[in-house]
């Protein structure tokens, strides 16, 4: 990655150490608490680099209070809790949602006072009900499949110290938004918000979502291993539905499974790659931290933004 040029590289030896003196308590309730999500996750990389970012997040809250609080002096108003924001970007399927609710415990534990919650993004796509209406449902994940009105609006909302505001939900089990239901984001110290758009500037609008985060994250892997890792979870999506009618799956479950793979790999190269290629790739160079990932989702390599 020649292009990073505005970035300090480390591969996760040398990341690891810049932080060997201290440690997150990673008691064995933590642990359990990550394995019962994703049994998967490497426990060697939560150590070597998940560790370390929390120590910079850490600091990174400390100095975002301390310029909050000497800007409501400078402007002579009271002091009050500003939510800090991480943004988790990359592509579908790259690993997102897994990192962010590591993330969601580590810093829990971390910050045993503060609290700290988590949305995605994917809860203000459009419900298949208005895709379909705007015939773009073979655009979902695009810019144009979100109502990033709402989505900066609930960030605002959020940053402005509102209480009990509310975002919509996705299942990707039922593959639409569920209806009426709703997660509550309730003036929390930190608020980690996973989703493929939130580098990008909507077409529509003036303003970023990135604008209201105060650190954010890319995770990259390259385009091979992620549609693997796509393929990966679709199989594991087609077992779960296999019993529930209500899955989106369900019929596909059991039906020729070589088919519903082949239409996987379809959806993967006219859908989700162009859209990874178009749109989310090139908001790389905006994340302040860039987490690199190979076989298996071991992180090899960590970019962290110079300017
Ligand atoms: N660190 C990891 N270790 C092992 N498997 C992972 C890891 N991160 C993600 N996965 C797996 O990769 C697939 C995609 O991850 P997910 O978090 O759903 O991605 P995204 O939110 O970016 O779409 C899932 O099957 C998930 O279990
Ligand atoms: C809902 C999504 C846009 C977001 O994906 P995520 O980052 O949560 O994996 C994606 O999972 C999706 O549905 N893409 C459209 C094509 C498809 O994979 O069915």
């Given at each position: 990655m020649a292009d990073l040029i505005n970035y300090y590289a480390f591969k996760k030896d040398e990341w690891k150490?810049?932080?060997?003196?201290q440690t997150v308590p990673l008691t064995k309730d933590s642990l359990k608490q990550i394995k019962a999500f994703n049994?998967?996750?490497s426990m060697q990389d939560v150590r070597d680099v998940y560790v370390p970012i929390v120590h910079l997040l850490d600091l990174c809250t400390q100095s975002f209070n301390e310029w909050q609080k000497t800007k409501t002096h400078f402007l002579s108003k009271e002091d009050r809790k500003v939510p800090f924001i991480i943004g988790i970007s990359g592509s579908v399927a790259v690993g997102k949602s897994t990192t962010a609710r590591l993330l969601e415990v580590l810093l829990s534990r971390y910050f045993e006072d503060k609290k700290i919650q988590l949305i995605t993004t994917d809860g203000f796509l459009y419900n298949s009900a208005e895709l379909n209406r705007r015939h773009i449902m073979d655009r979902k994940g695009f810019p144009e499949s979100y109502d990033m009105k709402s989505l900066i609006n609930f960030l605002n909302e959020v940053k402005s110290g509102k209480s009990n505001v509310l975002a919509p939900v996705y299942s990707h089990d039922v593959y639409d938004i569920i209806p009426d239901k709703f997660d509550v984001i309730d003036q929390p110290d930190v608020l980690i918000i996973e989703g493929i758009n939130t580098l990008q500037l909507p077409s529509?609008?003036?303003?970023?979502v990135s604008d209201f985060t105060d650190f954010s994250i890319y995770i990259d892997a390259d385009d091979a291993l992620i549609e693997k890792w796509y393929l990966e979870r679709f199989e594991k999506l087609m077992d779960t539905a296999?019993?529930?009618?209500?899955?989106?799956y369900y019929e596909m479950a059991h039906k020729d499974r070589q088919k519903a793979i082949q239409k996987a790999k379809e959806v993967w190269q006219e859908i989700n790659l162009p859209n990874l290629l178009e749109n989310i790739k090139p908001t790389r160079t905006r994340a302040d931290l860039i987490i690199h990932k190979s076989d298996n989702h071991i992180i090899d390599q960590i970019f962290l933004r110079k300017y």
């Open positions: 150490d810049l932080y060997k003196l049994d998967e996750i529509n609008q003036q303003i970023y296999f019993q529930k009618p209500s899955n989106y």
